[in-house]
């Protein structure tokens, strides 16, 4: 069974500041999909990045980057320049690639609240 | 691209009723996904579907859950005689039919109180 922690319940940072949020996992699997979702405060969870554990290269999209170190079986979120709206609630979250023995369901870690103050 | 869709937003009911929560998925995502939040947490991992067909069921899905997708589009979670233990944010998502099919789209989920 795949295990996913996050191990910072609650972060803050300052507007226009870097923040970066932790996340490891554990599983037997080679092959594998892993996610930060955000879900702010009353609202819907959206993906925010998304990496294949096969490509060697951190993922980034805009503001948000990723740390992948497979073989530590780490996966870090670094937020630059952040601002007020990326005020939520952010989740890791793992999946194995097809035909492997949990592909199609999420596993996820426990959260880790983020506050941008002004 | 309307979204995932979920009805009723927020259910109360009393111990030992039944609920049921509907689920319209993007349109033309053949994969469709039900989570359990309790307050604080991450989700949790119910069932899945493609098309009609429900693939996976987790323990946590007691005997007085069910589930259908009867003509592959809109989903169904029911729970029969309801517990305090079962209230919780019930979140919905699906997911595309080919390329990016690992992806999931969220629901507003539904939030069950159970008194």
């Known amino acids: 069974a795949q295990t996913v922690t996050q191990s910072q319940p609650e972060m803050s940072v300052q507007e226009a500041e870097t923040v970066t949020l932790s996340c490891t996992y554990d599983?037997?699997?080679?092959?594998?999909?892993l996610f930060w979702y955000k879900q702010p405060p009353s609202r819907q969870m959206i993906l925010v990045i998304r990496?294949?554990?096969?490509?060697?290269q951190n993922a980034t999209e805009n503001r948000f980057s990723v740390n992948f170190q497979k073989a530590a079986k780490s996966f870090s979120l670094k937020i630059s320049d952040s601002q007020l709206g990326d005020t939520a609630m952010y989740f890791c979250?793992?999946?194995?690639?097809?035909?492997?023995?949990?592909?199609?369901?999420?596993?996820f870690g426990q959260g880790t609240i983020l506050t941008v103050h002004p | 691209d309307t979204g995932v869709s979920q009805n009723p937003r927020h259910k109360i009911t009393k111990r030992g009723q039944n609920v049921t929560f509907r689920c319209d998925p993007i349109?033309?995502?053949?994969?469709l996904y039900w989570y359990r939040q309790t307050l604080g947490q991450g989700p949790e991992f119910l069932t899945y579907?493609?098309?009609?067909?429900?693939?996976?069921k987790s323990r946590l899905l007691s005997d007085r859950f069910s589930a259908e997708r009867p003509k592959g589009s809109f989903s169904t979670l029911e729970i029969q005689r309801t517990e305090q233990g079962d209230s919780a944010m019930y979140l919905c998502?699906?997911?595309?039919?080919?390329?990016?099919?690992?992806?999931?789209?969220f629901g507003p989920g539904t939030r069950l109180l159970v008194l």
């Open positions: 998502a699906s997911s595309p039919r080919d390329s990016g099919q690992e992806t999931q789209y």
């Open positions: 599983t037997s699997e080679n092959n594998y999909y």
């Open positions: 990496q294949e554990a096969y490509k060697q």
């Open positions: 979250a793992f999946m194995t690639r097809a035909g492997g023995t949990s592909y199609g369901k999420l596993t």
């Open positions: 349109s033309e995502h053949n994969r």
């Open positions: 579907f493609q098309n009609e067909a429900q693939l996976e």
